[in-house]
């Protein structure tokens, strides 16, 4: 079975340009989630996806920054315009359930390593 | 105070020996936490999760929770040099999706 997966593996693009980030869950998943890791911190929460209805996006940075999941499936998220500090490592995640209960795993992707310059 | 703070290591073992990495967590309300594993480059990888006080063994890993302290730990034992990753700890939090801490960096020394 597929993991989850994220495109571009890495990205290198100039300040003010767009990006776009695409992330296929586990088949059957439900619950998408984006995370961020910028140089030297922890990885933070982004935003939470059930199907195509946005969950929870308490963590999105500002409205440079637009998620979208149209048919429940993939979902991308989209930097428009790209800044210095949008830098790091933008993780995907997906679960069968949502919520914190035994057997349900969060399984992450390896990352889309976004560079802005 | 971070929600989850861990202490960044490098942690350095030798091999065959028990590695102890810890944790601590601010929020009272937290019900769930989870130790991942990031070899450098690679996703986080969840290794375990305990839900109630007390420890929980799988393998040569254990999980040591205590509520009250607000703290949880990981223990490795007969470190191996494949062990040699970053562990991350994560906690449910008053939201429906995991808080990491900044991880720490174990190396077995073989």
């Known amino acids: 079975e597929a993991g989850v997966t994220q495109f571009p593996s890495h990205s290198v693009i100039e300040k003010g340009q767009t990006v776009t980030l695409r992330c296929d869950p586990i088949?059957?998943?439900?619950?998408l989630y984006w995370y961020r890791r910028v140089m030297g911190k922890e990885i933070k929460f982004l935003l939470h996806?059930?199907?195509?209805?946005?969950?929870?996006e308490s963590g999105m940075p500002n409205n440079r920054f637009l998620a979208e999941r149209t048919g429940g499936t993939y979902s991308t998220l989209k930097v428009q315009p790209a800044e210095l500090e949008d830098s790091g490592v933008y993780f995907c995640?997906?679960?069968?359930?949502?919520?914190?209960?035994?057997?349900?795993?969060?399984?992450f992707g390896e990352g889309s390593w976004l560079t802005v310059v | 105070q971070k929600e989850v703070e861990q202490n960044s290591g490098p942690l350095s073992v030798p091999e065959g020996a028990i590695a102890s990495l810890n944790c601590t967590y601010s929020?009272?309300?937290?019900?769930?936490f989870f130790w991942y594993r990031q070899y450098s480059g690679k996703s986080p990888e969840l290794i375990m999760s305990?839900?109630?006080?007390g420890d929980k063994e799988d393998g040569r890993f254990t999980a040591q929770l205590n509520k009250a302290s607000q703290y949880v730990s990981l223990l490795i034992r007969d470190s191996q040099p494949s062990d040699s990753a970053t562990y991350l700890c994560?906690?449910?939090?008053?939201?429906?999706?995991?808080?990491f801490g900044s991880g720490t960096r174990l190396q077995v020394q073989p």
């Open positions: 088949s059957g998943h439900d619950n």
């Open positions: 996806f059930v199907k195509e209805s946005k969950q929870d």
């Open positions: 995640a997906s679960s069968q359930w949502e919520g914190p209960r035994p057997g349900n795993t969060i399984y």
């Open positions: 929020d009272r309300v937290s019900q769930s």
């Open positions: 305990i839900y109630s006080n």
């Open positions: 994560a906690v449910y939090t008053g939201r429906r999706a995991l808080t």
